[in-house]
């Protein structure tokens, strides 16, 4: 069964940093290109950073230079160190393959908040 677990969220300052995490398990692991997702207040869900099984990264220009992705592939990890917050990076994250479906298995997701 398919499980994503994302954690590390929280309540930071306008320039501070969080490191978010994500535990994979099921068919997914680290069978696939990975990302980080987020859902800000009624906006849509869109993709902040991606992973290939080989490392390679990709970032929205909103994140470029300032959040990095990476993972662990022998401890079917994701991760999403993020620098410099501002708070419209406020949302609730969330990590999935590389082109997940809204229709897609999701997990509960982190709630990252940054104050002005």
């Known amino acids: 069964q398919v499980q994503l677990v994302e954690s590390g969220g929280g309540l930071v300052q306008a320039g501070g940093s969080l490191r978010l995490s994500c535990a994979a398990s099921?068919?997914?692991?680290?069978?696939?290109?990975m990302g980080w997702y987020r859902q800000a207040p009624g906006k849509q869900r869109e993709p902040v950073a991606t992973?290939?099984?080989?490392?390679?990264?990709n970032y929205a220009d909103s994140v470029k230079g300032r959040f990095t992705i990476s993972r662990d592939n022998a401890k079917n990890m994701v991760y999403l160190q993020m620098n410099s917050l501002k708070p419209e990076d406020t949302a609730v994250y969330f990590c999935?393959?590389?082109?997940?479906?809204?229709?897609?298995?999701w997990g509960q997701g982190t709630q990252v908040t940054v104050s002005s």
């Open positions: 999935n393959r590389f082109g997940a479906k809204e229709y897609d298995y």
């Open positions: 099921g068919s997914i692991r680290t069978a696939y290109g």
């Open positions: 992973v290939t099984l080989g490392g390679a990264t």
